[in-house]
């Protein structure tokens, strides 16, 4: 028997425990789907799915606690993949869980905020701090494998760079992190995130500095207007994928007149449905569409 015979469940979305229910701002686009008729659950990612019939897709959402049980996440998303339609796909969410993503997108041409990785079990010295662009009153240091402000530090740059050593050492301890200058036009214009779905623009929000983890729309966030040339840097950007996914985050900032790409977010992102008229529908269609094509 083909296996989506005997499934009891359209669509689940994956979150954690302390939004058992979902994220609010996805529940706009869960609503969607059942108004369209299709079955839908939210469930934490680490719960005892022991009891769960399978779905015909599985949708990355609030996992926001991976970081913390990262190789609980990969095995499970395994798992999830071999059951289910998980979007987005593992091709594109397991390279994208570490950091160092960013490095790769600079060797095929895409700007990315100057980062400096630092290796787990590498030796970390002043000089390490040198080789980050000059010009910059401070630089953040942060977790490789990581989410929001979790593990990650503002230092100001200067001659004793001792507590910034001190950060990297303590975040190597238990795997790689990154070195990034500050730019301080997050205070300013904003660090942008430009949401895609199914490939296609879909709206922009400005985040707040040091964003806190936090529900879609309570951590500071507003609407924004998306410039061309970063719509350019984000399709590019988006280009070097192998496929085209389910959603996409790609958050921007603009230094100096110039842009450079901060993240490319495949796993977990906040899409802020809630902040564009109709992009929950658009989302909710985007599913749909997908399980159509697994049924073909």
Request: glycine share 6%; aromatic share 8%; with cysteine.
């Amino acid at each position: 028997m083909i296996w989506w015979k005997k499934i009891a469940l359209d669509v689940v979305f994956l979150s954690y425990e302390d939004l058992p229910a979902g994220d609010p701002d996805d529940n706009l686009a869960l609503a969607e789907l059942t108004e369209m008729g299709l079955r839908c659950k939210t469930i934490d990612w680490r719960g005892d799915h022991s009891d769960l019939v399978r779905a015909k897709v599985m949708v990355l959402r609030s996992c926001w606690n991976y970081h913390k049980h990262f190789e609980e996440f990969c095995a499970k998303l395994e798992a999830f993949s071999r059951q289910s339609l998980l979007l987005n796909p593992l091709a594109l969410v397991l390279p994208n869980l570490h950091k160092s993503y960013l490095l790769r997108l600079a060797e095929r041409g895409v700007r990315i905020c100057p980062t400096y990785l630092c290796k787990q079990g590498e030796q970390t010295d002043q000089s390490t701090l040198l080789k980050l662009p000059s010009g910059y009153d401070a630089y953040i240091v942060k977790p490789a494998i990581g989410l929001a402000t979790s593990g990650v530090a503002k230092f100001r740059n200067g001659q004793d760079n001792s507590a910034a050593l001190i950060h990297i050492e303590t975040l190597q301890k238990v795997g790689d992190c990154l070195v990034q200058p500050y730019f301080n036009a997050v205070e300013g214009e904003g660090e942008k995130s430009l949401v895609y779905i199914n490939g296609v623009f879909s709206h922009c929000v400005r985040k707040a500095p040091f964003q806190i983890l936090a529900a879609a729309g309570h951590a500071g966030e507003s609407p924004s207007v998306a410039l061309p040339e970063q719509l350019e840097l984000a399709r590019l950007a988006l280009s070097t994928l192998s496929e085209t996914p389910l959603y996409a985050r790609v958050d921007v900032v603009r230094q100096d007149g110039v842009d450079y790409l901060m993240e490319l977010e495949l796993t977990e992102p906040s899409l802020f449905l809630s902040m564009k008229d109709g992009s929950a529908a658009q989302f909710a269609r985007a599913i749909a569409d997908r399980i159509s094509s697994v049924m073909d």
